[in-house]
């Protein structure tokens, strides 16, 4: 696949082309991004449709932020479903339900824009800018809501293309390539990697393990990493894990496998589940190699709690007057407390899809983990102390009852949590 992308650009437009396809291919400064889009709906040739991606994502790439927002707005409104078209479709269909008539009718489902997105994907890194494209789409969003029918689009796409199927795990150590290296060191969204040394102490130790999930179509950039630390034992901070001393303090003979970060890489893949069979794999992975684990845990933060917090602070003040006196050194009393609104959170807070509120809670409990423990304090450095009060939990992937839990929470919502936190809840 890489050689024919490599090879793909360096072609050059021979005899056999069409003298005014070639007069059109070649005006690269004068043709807008709205006409290349439209040649490229019209072409019907594979060599002109990958040269006009080429050129339509070399103009998407120029633009300022005005112009994406036009050319969003020209994917909105002139690459959308034919409404007429597809009421049609469907009459032909309820007549006469045959293969042609099915044919016609998904494809005028389909709004138009889908096809042009898979033509442009046709270009060399075209999944890769794609997915960038993606990311400027959110920020527009985020001011623009009726864009949010082009994001249907593209996450209808990329779930397809980024199927597991297509999907290859790799380990991650010290001999891997700097180029790939570098990007674990800028991706890492839950412990900062701060340089090049503290990355070493997070690869190079025995007990260490690093894997990471890439496409074909992006193979020098991990869709998402998960670090595993081997322990003894289920920790109760990621002190336990990042401030380890690995040649006094590791385990001889472990048997917990510790998840304690789990990244994603591009935030234009938002929407495209991979840490469920990342998780599962890994786990699988290091219990044919460590036939003694016995447990597979995480050390998760709780990003949401302490937002709830200060909102509930506003209707409550008992809980006020607890944020006002807990800080990193806070005694038992103050924890029992804390920890008691915690399981509340975790366990009797919903969204308005009566999921938990918890972000990282709800990728968890969908990957059909249990929730094993609340750790009060588990981070108490500020970012910890700032994002949570230093509340980290432990979520535990028992692998004969996955995909029992995960059934159980999609299908009703239920938490699966140990009787320790369920006691909790209930003070």
């Not at 339900?97 to 997105?117: C, G, H």
């Not at 690869?203 to 496409?215: I, K, M, Q, S, V």
């Given at each position: 696949?890489?050689?024919?992308?490599?090879?793909?650009?360096?072609?050059?437009?021979?005899?056999?082309?069409?003298?005014?396809?070639?007069?059109?291919?070649?005006?690269?400064?004068?043709?807008?991004?709205?006409?290349?889009?439209?040649?490229?709906?019209?072409?019907?040739?594979?060599?002109?449709?990958?040269?006009?991606?080429?050129?339509?994502?070399?103009?998407?790439?120029?633009?300022?932020?005005?112009?994406?927002?036009?050319?969003?707005?020209?994917?909105?409104?002139?690459?959308?479903?034919?409404?007429?078209?597809?009421?049609?479709?469907?009459?032909?269909?309820?007549?006469?339900?045959?293969?042609?008539?099915?044919l016609r009718f998904t494809s005028a489902a389909e709004p138009r824009r889908q096809e042009l997105?898979?033509?442009?994907?046709?270009?060399?890194?075209?999944?890769?800018?794609?997915?960038?494209?993606?990311?400027?789409?959110?920020?527009?969003?985020?001011?623009?809501?009726?864009?949010?029918?082009?994001?249907?689009?593209?996450?209808?796409?990329?779930?397809?293309?980024?199927?597991?199927?297509?999907?290859?795990?790799?380990?991650?150590?010290?001999?891997?390539?700097?180029?790939?290296?570098e990007k674990l060191i800028v991706y890492e969204a839950v412990h900062e990697i701060k340089n090049?040394?503290?990355?070493?102490?997070?690869?190079?130790?025995?007990?260490?393990?690093?894997?990471?999930?890439?496409?074909?179509?992006?193979?020098?950039?991990?869709?998402?990493?998960?670090?595993?630390?081997?322990?003894?034992?289920?920790?109760?901070?990621?002190?336990?894990?990042?401030?380890?001393?690995?040649?006094?303090?590791?385990?001889?003979?472990?048997?917990?496998?510790?998840?304690?970060?789990?990244?994603?890489?591009?935030?234009?893949?938002?929407?495209?589940?991979?840490?469920?069979?990342?998780?599962?794999?890994?786990?699988?992975?290091?219990?044919?190699?460590?036939?003694?684990?016995?447990?597979?845990?995480?050390?998760?933060?709780?990003?949401?709690?302490?937002?709830?917090?200060?909102?509930?602070?506003?209707?409550?003040?008992?809980?006020?007057?607890?944020?006002?006196?807990?800080?990193?050194?806070?005694?038992?009393?103050?924890?029992?407390?804390?920890?008691?609104?915690?399981?509340?959170?975790?366990?009797?807070?919903?969204?308005?899809?009566?999921?938990?509120?918890?972000?990282?809670?709800?990728?968890?409990?969908?990957?059909?983990?249990?929730?094993?423990?609340?750790?009060?304090?588990?981070?108490?450095?500020?970012?910890?102390?700032?994002?949570?009060?230093?509340?980290?939990?432990?979520y535990v992937y028992d692998l004969s009852k996955v995909e029992e839990n995960h059934e159980k929470?999609?299908?009703?919502?239920?938490?699966?949590?140990?009787?320790?936190?369920?006691?909790?809840?209930?003070?």
């Amino acid at each position: 696949m890489q050689f024919f992308q490599d090879l793909m650009p360096s072609l050059r437009i021979g005899r056999w082309t069409p003298s005014v396809l070639r007069k059109h291919l070649l005006k690269e400064e004068t043709e807008s991004i709205a006409s290349l889009c439209h040649m490229m709906m019209e072409s019907d040739g594979e060599y002109s449709s990958l040269l006009l991606a080429e050129r339509i994502l070399n103009a998407y790439e120029k633009l300022d932020e005005m112009g994406r927002l036009e050319f969003f707005t020209l994917l909105l409104d002139d690459y959308d479903i034919d409404v007429g078209q597809t009421r049609n479709a469907i009459e032909a269909y309820e007549q006469n339900p045959d293969a042609d008539n099915l044919l016609r009718f998904t494809s005028a489902a389909e709004p138009r824009r889908q096809e042009l997105l898979r033509r442009i994907n046709l270009a060399p890194g075209g999944t890769r800018r794609l997915v960038k494209m993606r990311e400027h789409l959110f920020v527009e969003m985020s001011r623009h809501s009726e864009l949010k029918r082009i994001d249907t689009d593209f996450h209808h796409l990329f779930n397809a293309w980024f199927n597991r199927g297509f999907l290859l795990m790799e380990p991650l150590d010290w001999t891997t390539p700097a180029h790939i290296l570098e990007k674990l060191i800028v991706y890492e969204a839950v412990h900062e990697i701060k340089n090049w040394a503290e990355l070493r102490r997070r690869l190079e130790p025995a007990d260490r393990y690093c894997y990471g999930f890439f496409h074909p179509s992006m193979e020098d950039e991990p869709l998402v990493f998960v670090e595993v630390a081997l322990t003894d034992r289920i920790p109760g901070a990621i002190g336990e894990i990042l401030h380890r001393d690995p040649e006094s303090e590791a385990s001889d003979n472990p048997t917990c496998a510790i998840f304690y970060s789990i990244s994603s890489c591009h935030d234009g893949l938002t929407g495209v589940s991979f840490g469920n069979f990342l998780i599962k794999q890994v786990a699988t992975n290091l219990k044919m190699r460590f036939p003694q684990l016995k447990t597979f845990s995480t050390i998760s933060p709780a990003p949401g709690f302490r937002r709830w917090l200060q909102a509930e602070a506003r209707k409550r003040d008992e809980i006020a007057q607890l944020m006002d006196r807990f800080d990193a050194a806070a005694d038992d009393k103050l924890r029992d407390e804390l920890e008691k609104i915690a399981a509340h959170y975790f366990l009797k807070q919903k969204n308005s899809r009566a999921q938990p509120l918890d972000p990282v809670a709800r990728f968890h409990l969908k990957n059909g983990a249990r929730l094993e423990r609340i750790n009060i304090l588990g981070n108490p450095s500020p970012i910890g102390m700032e994002r949570s009060f230093g509340t980290m939990v432990n979520y535990v992937y028992d692998l004969s009852k996955v995909e029992e839990n995960h059934e159980k929470y999609v299908k009703n919502n239920r938490i699966i949590c140990s009787p320790q936190v369920r006691k909790l809840a209930a003070k």
